[in-house]
């Protein structure tokens, strides 16, 4: 059967080249790189180069501003957690985020919020794009953070978190600008020494890295309390044993990213729009969810009007097409998206909305066979769906 995978938000297959440059980490080069001896030392000369990729790939303006982590939700904890420990007072204590971004970062709002400080949540319009005007009217003298990612992983909006971190700095200079990176890195074009933003993270295997390695990038100059306290790894600020193998992996994964973008945004964004209009223009009760201005080139997110998104899946499931029905963080639970809530997706589609997210290893022949069914799917269950009078309205000839 065919294996079409189309969840690549979710996360993506390691790349060889990346595999391949890891598997001497595993070997022969397994010695500390916190130790003294030569084979120590060229485990951590390892460590740095990976560094220098990483930072050429988010455009640092040092290596040095680069700190790795375990994953995307660990580079995002450290963040928030660290500025609040290091920089919040009695007095300032408010705290600014979306309503759209990833429990990575929700999570530890609530957890702060819980604790006593003032947590403001900005909305979205009904393309899922930022009510920017109300974002930069909330900042005032007492605001420590803001947090806003870069896009979003279930509908692939881009947020302008660019000349958003020089707006805020403009209203209070001291407010701290984290910007979680995740579903950016290696779809648009990222140049941080350009930018006001303070920490963006980054997670390997959201592009092609393994999982359990990620990356914190902290501009010069600013401080934060670590999440971990033990050894004087990554310059005391963030303990543990480096993760040899894994962090080479990502300096690999960063560099060929880099020599992606173009394809990303050629290729992928081709098969992403012939997969996207495919559905939209033969399924009548399809209504895109993805409708943000600027978005990234891999993904589309659609509802299926009066069809439950679960059974969507399994139906799919079952032809070898793989797909989400928005983030895995969440999926289990019968909740709708808090993403598509916070836009005002429609009740009617809210439930069958799914994400088809695609990577640079999607082939043509793939989409094709992704189109020749998912019609075929939608079909079948609209004759089982108990929306049978709005139906009829949409497929009369049924
Ligand atoms: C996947 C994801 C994360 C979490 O990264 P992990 O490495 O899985 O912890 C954070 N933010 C966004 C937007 C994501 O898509």
Same mark, same amino acid.
């Given at each position: ?57 988010? *455009?640092?303006?040092?290596? #040095?501003? $680069? ?5 995307? &939700? %660990?580079?995002?904890?450290?963040? =928030?957690? /660290? ?97 979680? *990176?995740?579903?950016?890195? #290696?779809? $648009? ?5 350009? &930018? %006001?933003?303070?920490?963006?993270? =980054?997670? /390997? ?97 659609? *509802? ?21 029905? /928005? ?72």
């Amino acid at each position: 059967m065919k294996k079409i995978y189309l969840d690549n938000n979710a996360t993506t297959k390691v790349d060889e080249k990346v595999l391949d440059e890891m598997m001497p980490y595993f070997k022969e080069g397994y010695a500390n790189p916190s130790s003294m001896y030569d084979p120590a030392r060229e485990s951590a000369k390892a460590i740095e180069t990976a560094r220098e990729k990483v930072a050429d790939f988010l *455009g640092a303006k040092s290596p #040095g501003e $680069i700190i790795f982590t375990s994953c995307g &939700t %660990e580079s995002a904890n450290t963040a =928030i957690k /660290g500025v609040i420990e290091k920089h919040a007072t009695s007095e300032n204590n408010h705290i600014i985020t979306t309503q759209i971004e990833h429990p990575c970062v929700l999570a530890p709002y609530e957890f702060l919020a819980k604790k006593g400080y003032e947590a403001t949540y900005i909305g979205v319009n009904e393309n899922g794009e930022l009510n920017i005007e109300t974002l930069l009217s909330k900042i005032s003298q007492k605001t420590v953070l803001v947090s806003i990612m870069h896009a979003n992983n279930e509908t692939g909006a881009v947020y302008p978190v660019e000349e958003l971190s020089k707006e805020i700095k403009k209203r209070n200079k001291n407010t701290k600008v984290f910007v979680d *990176g995740v579903q950016a890195a #290696g779809k $648009i074009p990222i140049n941080l020494k350009d &930018t %006001e933003i303070d920490f963006y993270s =980054i997670s /390997g295997h959201k592009f092609h890295a393994p999982k359990g390695v990620g990356a914190l990038y902290v501009k010069k100059g600013n401080l934060f309390e670590p999440l971990l306290h033990g050894g004087h790894q990554e310059n005391l600020l963030r303990a543990g044993t480096q993760n040899t193998p894994y962090i080479v992996g990502l300096g690999k994964a960063s560099e060929l990213a880099k020599n992606y973008l173009e394809y990303e945004n050629t290729e992928v964004k081709r098969l992403m729009k012939k997969l996207e209009n495919g559905i939209l223009s033969t399924v009548k009760n399809a209504k895109l969810n993805s409708k943000s201005q600027k978005r990234v080139p891999n993904t589309t997110n659609i *509802g299926f009007e009066y069809i439950e998104g679960e059974l969507i899946l399994l139906y799919l499931n079952d032809l070898g097409i793989y797909a989400s029905s /928005g983030s895995a963080c969440t999926s289990g639970s019968l909740d709708p998206s808090h993403v598509l809530r916070a836009q005002k997706t429609p009740f009617t589609s809210l439930h069958g909305s799914i994400r088809f997210s695609l990577s640079r290893y999607t082939t043509e022949d793939e989409i094709d066979y992704a189109l020749e069914n998912i019609p075929k799917v939608i079909e079948k269950l609209a004759k089982i769906s108990p929306f049978q009078k709005e139906l009829t309205a949409l497929f009369p000839n049924n």
